[in-house]
């Protein structure tokens, strides 16, 4: 069957493909499937992307000299996307730093992942260019110095390849070219010279991929401006589904059969969906990606294989173990977090619940956690911003949501803080919080017979307050929507404009760009380790004429964040639940979600006009375009993120 498949698809893509395509489907399939080797068709997937990239920086060249016109650059450059879509779900599996920062990062400037400083320049190089970034010594040549670095990789030169005055910027092409092809060269030298791709390591970045797919390959993150997304996503498929051969080959003729035809329809219902913002994002996830990313977990476990997080003995952010990208365990709150889940337990979890709630615990015993995040609320608390313990005073940003806060590398809306557990102390420190110690709270707390039932078991110091916290927040999780239960299968029906509002987010909108299922947050896939922060241009108030004077991250005190690139920058927090915890964006200012999707659809602060106020604004300043029953339909899906059981 799968031989029959393969030949079926070479016919189908011989009718649609450009030469190049259809060139590497062949190379690939020089081999029977019985003799197939994982290990040679990745070697050959990586050295056709050297090939490609080896004709953009020959075309960039003669683009910049008058030899080559626009017309040819834009093919050369898609079929150099191609080709690194065949290799990017192990590339990024085995690199993923060395991707983000030199292959295929946001064209946006950014801080030098690898601030060098003075070092000698012919040292320098000569280093960085010694292995891909993850297996750099970071410390070797630190001598305190910042750098702020121009976007490099696929986007930024998609960006200026297809600009209108991409003519003006073709030197500038010819090098971001050259230095991708080194950068990549020097990833491709690395995979290369791996001795092993384990079995293991195949299905897992092929997993990974899938999630890739549903939430940044589909999305247009990859390709904002040429939105190309879709041809691409069929371009990884067809290569995912090269490279897992010899492990279908391996399994019984059921599973291996259910996993080629959905390779197979996933494939077919790309073939001619040029319109990026028509394409029905939801259909394609729920019937075809997820149900794969599914059987891959059981084709895993037909042969046996355990997961990295298992052979390496690490709590891993991503829960390979799950069957959705809306499975409720689909991430592990643990891999963020102090707190281990052998250390987590019902009484620890009871006892955090208890100090949330205690009032006592503050300097003047009139406020609490609960005070500012409230559970009808969705633990936010319905202000501008949060009533200070000093009576007539204030907090100064607007309270979010704790729901789902758990999942985050970095906290408060400034992101001055590195883990969960430093967050507590400071809101105990804050004279217009707590404004107090974890000595004094933990001399209450043993002074005190409503905690006895807890100090008998465990013992009341500062860290076991703080697990204990973070017992609670752990349990204020959210994955049990509407709209997450009709993405598992729990439930059959979603009403229309939901399904509308989900293409929207995930499309036209450009939502999901920023926004990233399944925690609607910013922290990224696929593997959910990082957060983001975004510069909005947020203003003062809804259509006024000033905007917000906040500096956000550029004043977090973080060490080499005082930049202008974080100037106005906040943390991208997650829309679950938003339907309950107006009012929004960091100063609480914005009362009604038709409020914020009027600003996000004018471009922000910069598309109504104040770019001069905000020159480095990350969100892209063009109108969306939406109608007013678009809107409706976004506000619709909003709604059906709301768990209301956590209310």
Same mark, same amino acid.
């Given at each position: 069957?799968?031989?029959?498949?393969?030949?079926?698809?070479?016919?189908?893509?011989?009718?649609?493909?450009?030469?190049?395509?259809?060139?590497?489907?062949?190379?690939?399939?020089?081999?029977?499937?019985?003799?197939?080797?994982?290990?040679?068709?990745?070697?050959?997937?990586?050295?056709?992307?050297?090939?490609?990239? $080896? @004709?953009?920086?020959?075309?960039?060249?003669? =683009?910049?000299?008058?030899? +080559?016109? !626009?017309?040819?650059? %834009? /093919?050369?450059?898609?079929?150099?996307?191609?080709?690194?879509?065949?290799?990017?779900?192990?590339?990024?599996?085995?690199?993923?730093?060395?991707?983000?920062?030199?292959?295929?990062?946001?064209?946006?400037?950014?801080?030098?992942?690898?601030?060098?400083?003075?070092?000698?320049?012919?040292?320098?190089?000569?280093?960085?260019?010694?292995?891909?970034?993850?297996?750099?010594?970071?410390?070797?040549?630190?001598?305190?110095?910042?750098?702020?670095?121009?976007?490099?990789?696929?986007?930024?030169?998609?960006?200026?390849?297809?600009?209108? $005055? @991409?003519?003006?910027?073709?030197?500038?092409? =010819?090098?971001?070219?050259? +230095?991708? !092809?080194?950068?990549? %060269? /020097?990833?491709?030298?690395?995979?290369?010279?791996?001795?092993?791709?384990?079995?293991?390591?195949?299905?897992?970045?092929?997993?990974?991929?899938?999630?890739?797919?549903?939430?940044?390959?589909?999305?247009?993150?990859?390709?904002?401006?040429?939105?190309?997304?879709?041809?691409?996503?069929?371009?990884?498929?067809?290569?995912?589904?090269?490279?897992?051969?010899?492990?279908?080959?391996?399994?019984?003729?059921?599973?291996?059969?259910?996993?080629?035809?959905?390779?197979?329809?996933?494939?077919?219902?790309?073939?001619?969906?040029?319109?990026?913002?028509?394409?029905?994002?939801?259909?394609?996830?729920?019937?075809?990606?997820?149900?794969?990313?599914?059987?891959?977990?059981?084709?895993?476990?037909?042969?046996?294989?355990?997961?990295?997080?298992?052979?390496?003995?690490?709590?891993?952010?991503?829960?390979?173990?799950?069957?959705?990208?809306?499975?409720?365990?689909?991430?592990?709150?643990?891999?963020?977090?102090?707190?281990?889940?052998?250390?987590?337990?019902?009484?620890?979890?009871?006892?955090?619940?208890?100090?949330?709630?205690?009032?006592?615990?503050?300097?003047?015993?009139?406020?609490?956690?609960?005070?500012?995040?409230?559970?009808?609320?969705?633990?936010?608390?319905?202000?501008?911003?949060?009533?200070?313990?000093?009576?007539?005073?204030?907090?100064?940003?607007?309270?979010?949501?704790?729901?789902?806060?758990?999942?985050?590398?970095?906290?408060?809306?400034?992101?001055?803080?590195?883990?969960?557990?430093?967050?507590?102390?400071?809101?105990?420190?804050?004279?217009?919080?707590?404004?107090?110690?974890?000595?004094?709270?933990?001399?209450?707390?043993?002074?005190?017979?409503?905690?006895?039932?807890?100090?008998?078991?465990?013992?009341?110091?500062?860290?076991?307050?703080?697990?204990?916290?973070?017992?609670?927040?752990?349990?204020?999780?959210?994955?049990?929507?509407?709209?997450?239960?009709?993405?598992?299968?729990?439930?059959?029906?979603?009403?229309?404009?939901?399904?509308?509002?989900?293409?929207?987010?995930?499309?036209?909108?450009?939502?999901?760009?920023?926004?990233?299922?399944?925690?609607?947050?910013?922290?990224?896939?696929?593997?959910?380790?990082?957060?983001?922060?975004?510069?909005?241009?947020?203003?003062?108030?809804?259509?006024?004429?000033?905007?917000?004077?906040?500096?956000?991250?550029?004043?977090?005190?973080?060490?080499?964040?005082?930049?202008?690139?974080?100037?106005?920058?906040?943390?991208?927090?997650?829309?679950?639940?938003?339907?309950?915890?107006?009012?929004?964006?960091?100063?609480?200012?914005?009362?009604?979600?038709?409020?914020?999707?009027?600003?996000?659809?004018?471009?922000?602060?910069?598309?109504?006009?104040?770019?001069?106020?905000?020159?480095?604004?990350?969100?892209?300043?063009?109108?969306?375009?939406?109608?007013?029953?678009?809107?409706?339909?976004?506000?619709?899906?909003?709604?059906?993120?709301?768990?209301?059981?956590?209310?």
């Amino acid at each position: 069957m799968q031989l029959r498949y393969l030949q079926r698809l070479i016919v189908r893509l011989l009718c649609f493909s450009t030469p190049f395509f259809v060139g590497i489907l062949v190379l690939a399939f020089t081999q029977s499937p019985k003799k197939y080797n994982t290990k040679e068709l990745i070697l050959r997937q990586i050295y056709e992307a050297e090939v490609q990239l $080896d @004709s953009l920086v020959k075309i960039a060249s003669d =683009y910049a000299t008058y030899s +080559a016109d !626009k017309e040819a650059l %834009k /093919i050369q450059f898609t079929k150099a996307r191609y080709a690194y879509k065949a290799v990017e779900s192990y590339a990024t599996y085995f690199y993923p730093k060395h991707t983000a920062a030199y292959i295929n990062g946001a064209a946006l400037d950014h801080l030098d992942p690898y601030p060098v400083g003075n070092a000698p320049t012919s040292e320098l190089n000569l280093y960085l260019n010694s292995a891909p970034l993850d297996d750099l010594d970071g410390g070797y040549f630190i001598d305190g110095g910042v750098q702020i670095l121009p976007p490099a990789g696929f986007q930024i030169i998609e960006e200026l390849i297809f600009d209108a $005055d @991409s003519r003006k910027q073709a030197e500038r092409i =010819y090098k971001l070219s050259v +230095a991708l !092809k080194t950068k990549f %060269k /020097i990833l491709a030298d690395a995979l290369t010279s791996r001795k092993f791709i384990l079995d293991y390591q195949v299905l897992e970045s092929s997993r990974l991929q899938l999630v890739r797919i549903m939430t940044l390959g589909i999305t247009g993150f990859d390709s904002p401006i040429y939105q190309n997304s879709l041809n691409e996503t069929r371009f990884s498929l067809i290569s995912l589904n090269q490279v897992l051969q010899d492990l279908l080959s391996q399994t019984n003729n059921d599973n291996s059969n259910h996993i080629q035809r959905l390779f197979e329809f996933s494939i077919s219902y790309l073939e001619n969906k040029d319109d990026f913002e028509k394409f029905d994002r939801l259909y394609f996830i729920k019937n075809f990606i997820d149900p794969l990313y599914a059987q891959l977990l059981h084709l895993q476990k037909a042969l046996n294989l355990k997961s990295r997080a298992t052979i390496t003995n690490v709590t891993p952010s991503w829960n390979s173990n799950t069957i959705s990208l809306y499975s409720k365990d689909f991430l592990n709150p643990y891999y963020y977090t102090l707190l281990t889940e052998e250390e987590d337990t019902p009484l620890l979890n009871e006892l955090g619940k208890t100090i949330f709630y205690d009032e006592k615990l503050s300097g003047s015993q009139t406020i609490s956690c609960a005070s500012c995040h409230n559970p009808k609320q969705a633990y936010s608390d319905g202000q501008q911003t949060s009533s200070a313990s000093i009576q007539g005073n204030y907090l100064e940003r607007n309270a979010p949501s704790l729901i789902n806060a758990v999942y985050a590398d970095r906290y408060f809306y400034d992101m001055r803080v590195f883990d969960l557990e430093n967050q507590y102390e400071h809101v105990f420190k804050n004279h217009l919080e707590y404004n107090t110690t974890y000595e004094d709270i933990v001399a209450k707390i043993s002074a005190s017979d409503q905690y006895t039932r807890f100090s008998n078991s465990i013992a009341i110091n500062k860290y076991t307050i703080s697990k204990a916290l973070t017992s609670f927040l752990i349990s204020l999780r959210s994955l049990d929507s509407e709209f997450d239960k009709y993405m598992r299968g729990e439930d059959d029906m979603l009403p229309a404009e939901v399904k509308n509002g989900f293409n929207l987010f995930m499309g036209k909108a450009k939502c999901a760009t920023c926004h990233f299922p399944p925690t609607f947050s910013g922290l990224i896939p696929p593997l959910y380790q990082e957060n983001e922060s975004e510069v909005l241009g947020v203003l003062v108030k809804p259509n006024g004429q000033n905007v917000d004077t906040d500096t956000g991250r550029s004043s977090n005190g973080v060490y080499n964040e005082n930049q202008n690139i974080y100037n106005k920058s906040f943390k991208t927090v997650s829309v679950r639940n938003a339907s309950v915890t107006a009012p929004y964006f960091h100063n609480g200012t914005y009362q009604t979600l038709e409020e914020v999707l009027d600003f996000y659809n004018n471009g922000g602060g910069a598309g109504l006009g104040f770019s001069n106020e905000i020159p480095n604004q990350t969100l892209p300043s063009e109108n969306l375009e939406l109608t007013a029953q678009e809107m409706q339909e976004l506000i619709a899906f909003i709604d059906a993120l709301t768990d209301h059981s956590t209310n």
